[in-house]
């Protein structure tokens, strides 16, 4: 399935554009959708957290993506 | 009743006041948060919010729904985000919250800007002399 | 810095947040203390504030100062108490107070405001549809 | 010697006057002021409380009273 990433603050400079788009093997678990970004962009490693948020909710690393989700990766927050 | 509201104009701080007025409601808490400038030692010149727009408001709302369940006689919540380039002195964030009791107001209004700077996704870039970096990115 | 006054003209809430900026803070909290319509359950009218002034403006700066000692990283407080006649809804008391970091701003107002009612000479007088109180008066 | 006593609140209401003039006994200290003003006026023991002022501190009733004292009757302070 293709999937479409929205990326924010240091992660959008790490990989360069605000929208990434991927290809990934139907029904892929968050967490194998971050290792996937991790090994692409290793930069992503150095981060505080980065977690991964799927119809404007945080999502566990075991939550299954779907094509038509609205995917973001959340880099360390700092509102306030 | 709660207002949320992320905006890239100056916040108004009195007419986010007047939002939780109450006549129910003897107590109004409200915390500000403006652009200091100094971080770490380090002299500000100024500082940028990025924001996840849809998120952020969802779990802005979010926050200030589990606040009204924990402290079911809040009356009434508010929170401003401001996003974009901010100098020294500008507003950043506005919570205010009205309870008919004083402690409330202090615990519910101390909750949610806790919350919101665990949850609410907002980036914050500052900027120095020499230089700029992402608040809270690395270890 | 610390402000203090007691006045028998409506309390301008937005100049007294001004009074408390300061670049070097990140964080204002205010408690604002309004004339609830209702006490105990029974609908209140209006409140007559009476002060002993010398006193209240003399209890009301030892008050800021020992706050000023408790948490040094303060940098402005502002206290501002009404006196007279108030109608619902009126503003009876602001407490405004800047510091560099947040959790310091909330204990610093709630220290305030809880001590101020503790040891402030002002008294209050809650007027209903039939009747008055001299509010804490009596056990 | 003579003292003047300003009154507030409920206590102004239960003497009916802003201001009392007593005489008392030199160096007189404050618990037996207390004790004189409860007998004159026992309204002034059914109060929550009923605290002395000189020169806008807080006094402890051992304090001794002076002729040029400032000197306040506080009931219940109910300020905020």
Redesign the interface.
Known sequence: MNLKI?L???AK?IVGQPMLEITAPADQPVQELLEQLRTQYPALR???SLAV?VN???AEGSQLLHERD?I?L??????? | MITIDLTDQPIDVAATLELVQSDGAGAVNTFIGTVRNKSTGRPVVRLEYEAYDSMALHQLRKVADQAKEQWPMLEKVAVIHRKGTLQIGDVAVVVAVSTPHRAESFAACQYIIDTLKQVVTIWKKEFYEDGDVWVAAHP
């Open positions: 929205a924010f603050g240091i400079e150095g981060l505080s948020a404007n909710e945080y609205e973001a959340i880099p360390p927050v700092a509102g306030g």
